[in-house]
């Protein structure tokens, strides 16, 4: 009589799950990567568009100036603000602040 006895060895699931951590960790670092390239690109794109602000409102001030809606000091004043602004900007130094309000509260506070 032949008996045969049941062998209870667990699976070997060892490769398997090696697998299964490997990909897991490539998936991580491919969505680190990709958030840190989406990141860039929108601070990349801010940028580009607080210089358009910048310069668009140096134009308007150069308009106001011209058409008599402001004195020499007012502008004179702007002015440098905004070339600082605009300096900062094309030296990569963006300093945070709330433009037009940064610019405009000396004004306010004088009216």
């Known amino acids: 009589m032949n008996i045969i006895f049941a062998q209870n060895t667990p699976p070997d ?9 490997l990909g897991c960790a490539i998936l991580a670092v491919l969505i680190a990567v990709g958030v840190f390239v989406t990141k860039k690109l929108m601070e990349i794109t801010k940028n580009q ?9 140096l134009s308007e001030i150069k308009e106001a100036y011209a058409a008599g809606e402001i ?4 502008y004179s004043r702007i002015r ?4 600082s602004v605009i300096r900062n900007e094309t030296l990569g130094e963006i ?3 709330n433009d037009e309000a940064a610019i405009f509260e000396d004004e306010d506070a004088a009216v």
């Open 13 to 21: 699931i060892f490769p398997k799950l090696s697998w299964l951590v």
């Open 49 to 57: 568009e607080d210089q358009t602000v910048s310069h668009s409102m």
């Open 71 to 74: 004195s020499t000091e007012e």
């Open 80 to 83: 440098a603000r905004l070339v």
């Open 95 to 97: 300093i945070i602040q």
